[in-house]
């Protein structure tokens, strides 16, 4: 009998490289292993990751929180800034947790690409764990996915998942807001992960490179600048002054203008002052550069405030005292107050 299949073929020779998989994962184990927390039973290698209930609660609650890096990625690949796109994917979902007055406990990341660069990869993993060291939650598992013909040479996609715990009794909603309360603003590091199909297509119309000076920093250092993490400084202040804090919110796709209202009641408004905050360089050099309304860049991007707390009147400075003590740059953004019939439900005046 003549062998009609001399050659045999093998997962290699169809795009997928199991052995490069394997060198990721030792890369990845020692980077994870420096993210662990108490409660952490399994991690790195196995079918499911395994982490115990922190002792404590009387009625604990899990919060939990998916999200991406965006088209920032797009940048990532064009200007080789494979560093930190891991902090920005860490920071986008236990931020989200964190408005909820929850504590992120673990992190799941998932990387999927056409053909695994185990070193790029290990570069974007290992701001994943330099994220999850910065919110104080595991790095407990994920999942690598080399899927040739699906993605171009060089690229790849990143969405991450994170588990937080919360005291029932605790969990902050804004169903306390009420007018006269004191809305506190904490700056962002930039753009963090939202708003970047309009930043490149600013960047585009004006031919920025990446190199050229911004306020005294290269444009792709203040660009790819990651995603801060309020985790630590937030949860010290709820931890100190409690009901005091009324609510949260995380200034992500949809600005100020679209993220404050998450946490109002209907008859309730958020009356914010230009001239409460410092815009960042990187916000009016495209604004300017992009002739961009006010309206749409408080719609589009976080403008300099990537996260807002609602505060009772009469605790205001203490907390913003406490979030200053914790390294954050704080401002009295403006006022809640009652809302008029069909008027918006946040106003920059």
Request: with cysteine; charged share 20%.
């Amino acid at each position: 009998m003549v062998d009609k299949h001399p050659t045999s073929l093998t997962y290699r020779d169809a795009g997928v490289d199991i052995d490069a998989g394997n060198a990721l994962v030792d890369r990845i184990k020692p980077l994870a292993a420096g993210t662990m927390r108490a409660g952490v039973l399994a991690g790195i290698g196995g079918f499911g990751a395994l982490f115990q209930m922190p002792a404590g609660y009387r009625e604990p609650v899990l919060v939990s929180g998916t999200d991406g890096v965006g088209t920032k990625l797009r940048l990532a690949f064009d200007w080789h800034c494979h560093d930190t796109v891991g902090i920005d994917l860490v920071a986008m979902s236990v931020n989200d947790v964190l408005v909820q007055g929850a504590e992120p406990l673990f992190f799941l990341d998932y990387f999927s690409c056409g053909k695994l660069a185990v070193e790029t990869a290990a570069r974007v993993v290992g701001g994943v764990a330099r994220g999850c060291e910065l919110a104080g939650c595991a790095l407990i598992g994920g999942e690598t996915a080399e899927m040739p013909g699906m993605y171009p040479e060089g690229e790849y996609d990143l969405a991450g998942f994170a588990v937080g715990v919360v005291e029932k009794a605790r969990i902050i909603d804004g169903g306390a807001i009420a007018p006269g309360d004191v809305v506190l603003g904490l700056a962002s590091s930039g753009a963090h992960s939202n708003g970047y199909s309009l930043l490149r297509k600013i960047l585009a119309h004006v031919g920025a490179r990446p190199d050229q000076d911004l306020g005294g920093r290269p444009l792709r250092e203040v660009v790819m600048a990651p995603t801060r993490i309020y985790v630590k400084s937030v949860l010290r202040a709820v931890s100190r002054h409690g009901a005091a804090i009324k609510g949260l919110a995380h200034i992500t796709g949809g600005g100020l203008l679209e993220n404050v209202p998450r946490i109002l009641g209907a008859g309730l408004a958020a009356r914010l002052h230009r001239d409460a905050w410092d815009m960042p360089a990187l916000f009016r050099w495209l604004q300017a550069s992009g002739g961009v309304a006010d309206a749409e860049m408080h719609r589009v991007f976080n403008c300099g405030i990537g996260m807002v707390a609602v505060v009772a009147a009469d605790q205001a400075d203490a907390v913003a005292a406490t979030l200053r003590e914790q390294g954050e740059r704080v401002y009295a953004l403006g006022e809640i107050v009652a809302r008029a019939p069909g008027a918006p439900q946040t106003v920059v005046v």
